[in-house]
């Protein structure tokens, strides 16, 4: 079993899909385990790896842990795959959460990168190009990109030959001191869940063997335990979902309640709408005005909104039937808003009132989480591809919490109506 795991490590990977504990994070990035190791284009050059590192050196291994950016990488111009994921400070400095490597076997010739974001493995992509000869261009999704469900399920398998093992045999000590705190991490997690399927299913379960078995404090697994039942018992007895005090209201209250006809129209698609009728032909010309035409090589006037219909989908990692919940309702309130300036973050709670039920079914409850990633995307999906217009650039605080204020498009209101 284990030698076919091994020699199928990719495919093994795929149980991530199937996987029933939820993966963890912080703002609206994953942390999870992501590597790969590369060729050095040359000999390796100290001197021509950019950034402010900690050094650490065995036998032919070095290890380079990112600790910012130099002057020089102040001054370079924001890579275009990279800018919409930039805030208002440099996209250089990560956020205290992120841990970011680089190691080098100059015996070997090869290069290694650890991140446990994968926003970060594209900028350590980034930085490392010149060594191995790669456009950052040419490489957009890494080779393994581990969650911590799956990371804490291999952990437990003896025998189990991760990728990077070889590494951490030959490196410095803080190498493998980094995998084990995102391994400790992913343990706990694992043991934690395991612990709270016992309890709802009625499953006979020892704790204290269970943790020595993985070198866990069983103390710990208690605590996190209990955090967890008293904030479900508080959900509970609140029976609504709570969100972080922004001052100010952010509701629509004048905004009609849909009718059960209508709530039954809304996981329909655009194309067979009940709700709307689609100008697509009228509405074209208005697109590629506002989008410079950007988009002439991926959408035209066939392909407009099922173009619309996939960033619904990409919110929710292709999950069915409610990104096409969420779309419609959206529409509906932007058809009812028109002209008015409305904060995005009425806009998202508006939403959460209609999703809440289906995304606390799915395990997922943080709803200020939740708010922040709906802000994202209104600004870098929904404002770039003309759907909606900003009354001003939001600041990072702004974008964070979704209180700039947007309104619907004129392209918008062309391509749908009520009916």
Known sequence: MTESINEHYLEFLKMDITAFQSEISVNDEYIELVYEEYDLL????RDALPGRWHEEQRDSVMVFTYLGPDLAMEQWEVPPAMELESEDGSIWDFPNYVEAMLF??????????????????????????????????????????????????????EAFQQPWRHWILKAPASLEEAF??????????????????????????NLEARCKRVVLDPEIIKRLFETVRTAESQREQEGVFALSTVDGDFELHDFPKPTNKQMAQLSNDLDDSSLFTIHAQEAYPIFTAFTGDSYHTTVDESSLVESIEDLFYEFFDEIEDIPLLMMNYLFLLFLHTRDRWVPV???????????????????????????????????????TMALVEVESKPSTDQRLWGTYSIRPTRFFTTLVNKK
């Open 42 to 45: 040359h000999p390796f050059d």
């Open 104 to 157: 080098v076997d100059t015996a070997a010739g090869r290069l290694g990168v650890f991140t446990n974001t994968e926003r970060s493995w594209k900028r350590m992509l980034y930085v490392a190009s010149n060594l191995i000869g790669l456009s950052p261009l040419q490489k957009l999704n890494p080779d393994f990109i581990v969650s911590l469900p799956i990371l804490g399920v291999t952990a437990q398998i």
């Open 180 to 205: 084990n705190d995102l391994l400790d991490i992913a343990l706990t997690r694992s043991i934690l869940n395991e612990a709270i399927d016992a309890e709802e299913f009625d499953i006979r379960f």
């Open 345 to 383: 973050r009425t806009f998202g709670v508006e939403v959460l009132k209609l999703l809440y039920p289906y995304l606390r079914g799915m395990g997922d409850r943080d709803t200020d989480t939740f708010i922040t990633r709906f802000s994202k995307f209104v600004y870098a999906k929904l404002r």
